[in-house]
């Protein structure tokens, strides 16, 4: 596999459920980042960790929870979730989170919240 | 604070005619200026970026874009649209001296390239 990997690329859940998204670089960098893609409106970013440190949160409710066990790899947990959460949830990476850095991006996970 | 903000939420040429996307910036500080390009069911690939060399960049697929200080521009262009252009394209800035990479997204302008 190269760049960056999310699974699943599609998820439904119920509002009780716990679901976790999984995020996979394959380029060595040491930032990843998750971003929310809203049906007409402009992609936000949730949280940034660097070197597997949040660096950070972007003002998300807490019934998102991320975690970094290592640089390659980047979790979304989520529970207790609301329709308006429903979008498209994008994981980046880059070298160093620097601001010149290029983020790659994968294809993303669609998730649905009934 | 930083912002973006695109002009056109919709695009539509013909295949061969130039096309041209734009994008209007504003930045407390020296801005990083990207364009991405996403399209349907796939993630954002970057197109070209702009850190502070030449202001006329050029990127991959015969795209490029143009930094004007003067008028906080970005607009990106192409001589002659092929069909695969087709997509959504996102203006992106970030500011240099941020140390968190976070990046600020225009809204979006979807190009539709008719045959």
């Known amino acids: 596999e190269t760049g960056v990997t999310q699974t699943p690329r599609h998820l439904v859940m119920g509002m009780t459920n716990k679901k976790s998204l999984k995020c996979e670089q394959h380029l060595g960098h040491n930032a990843m980042y998750w971003y929310k893609q809203s049906a007409k409106k402009p992609l936000e970013l949730m949280f940034v960790y660097n070197f597997k440190e949040q660096t950070e949160n972007n003002s998300v409710p807490s019934r998102f929870s991320p975690e970094c066990p290592n640089s390659s790899h980047l979790f979304l947990h989520l529970h207790t979730l609301q329709p308006e959460d429903s979008a498209l949830y994008l994981c980046?990476?880059?070298?160093?989170?620097?601001?010149?850095?290029?983020?790659?991006f994968g294809p993303g996970t669609r998730l649905t919240v009934l | 604070a930083q912002s973006v903000t695109q002009l056109d939420s919709h695009v539509s040429v013909s295949e061969g005619t130039p096309v041209l996307l734009r994008c209007n910036y504003s930045s407390s500080y020296s801005p990083s200026l990207f364009w991405y390009v996403q399209h349907p069911n796939k993630g954002l690939q970057l197109l070209l970026k702009y850190t502070s060399a030449a202001t006329l960049v050029k990127g991959i697929n015969g795209f490029e874009a143009e930094f004007k200080k003067s008028e906080t521009s970005f607009h990106l262009t192409k001589p002659s649209a092929h069909m695969s252009d087709a997509a959504e394209y996102f203006c992106v800035v970030s500011d240099r001296d941020n140390q968190g990479g976070k990046l600020i997204f225009g809204q979006g302008t979807e190009l539709s390239v008719k045959p």
């Open positions: 980046a990476s880059s070298q160093t989170g620097g601001s010149t850095d290029t983020q790659y």
